[in-house]
Each structure stands twice: as structure tokens, then as C-alpha cells.
């Protein structure tokens, strides 16, 4: 089984920035693609941004893109999630997510969709205050 800790979540003013991680154990973190993924209040979760599992690729959702920083260690079986000029509204819990059937051919599409995902984290939460 696959167990994902996130971690980093907090309250910040708007326009500060944050970093996430999330801590996987369980398997070869390696040879697995990785996503972030946020849900707020009423609201569906929605994708955030993913990354392969060599790192060479990454996808944001249009909302973040220039803000956030999806990276991994693989040393370290860690992913983060680095967010700066925060908005009120980036305010969600922000789940980390595994998938373990992305190929050199997944697309977008394919890594934006918590369809393709397998194991989640148990969330952190980010308020931001304006």
C-alpha cells in the first residue's frame, strides 16, 4: 500500500507564498507520476498540477500557472508544491495524489483528471487572508 503525508499548509496573507510537501512511502516512489489537487468549500477538488515521474514534465491548471512550482526529490520520495503570490482564491485543502498508469504518451488531459489518480493523501489545509 501507498501512504502520502502532506505537509506545509498554513495561514498566509495574500500575495505571500508557501511550499507544500508530500511524503510518500510504501512503494518505488520513482517510477510514479505525481499530482496536486485542492478542493474549497462548496466546491468540486479541482487539478492543480502534476508532474512525471523522471520530473522532465510538468502541468498546471491556468489559474496557477506562473504562481505555482510543482518539483519532486526522489531521493527523498517528496513532492512539492511551491505557491507564491496567494490569493484568496488558493484557499483549499490541497491533496496530493499518485498515479500509477501514466505512460511517455499521458497528456494533459490525462494528468488533470483525479480519474487517472490511485492513492490520495489526507490533505492540508491553506487559508489565505486578504
Known sequence: QVQLV???????????????SC????????????????????KEREFVAAISRSGSSTYYA???KGRFTISRDNAKNTVYLQMNS???EDT???YCALTSTASLYSGPAYYSSGRS????????QVTVSS
Open 6 to 20: 502532506e505537509s506545509g499548509g498554513g495561514l498566509v496573507q495574500a500575495g505571500g507564498s508557501l511550499r507544500l
Open 23 to 42: 511524503a510518500a512511502s510504501g512503494r518505488t516512489f520513482s517510477i510514479y507520476s505525481m499530482g496536486w489537487f485542492r478542493q474549497a468549500p462548496g
Open 62 to 64: 491556468d489559474s496557477v
Open 86 to 88: 496567494l490569493k484568496d
Open 92 to 94: 483549499a485543502v490541497y
Open 117 to 124: 489518480y490511485d492513492y490520495w493523501g489526507q490533505g492540508t
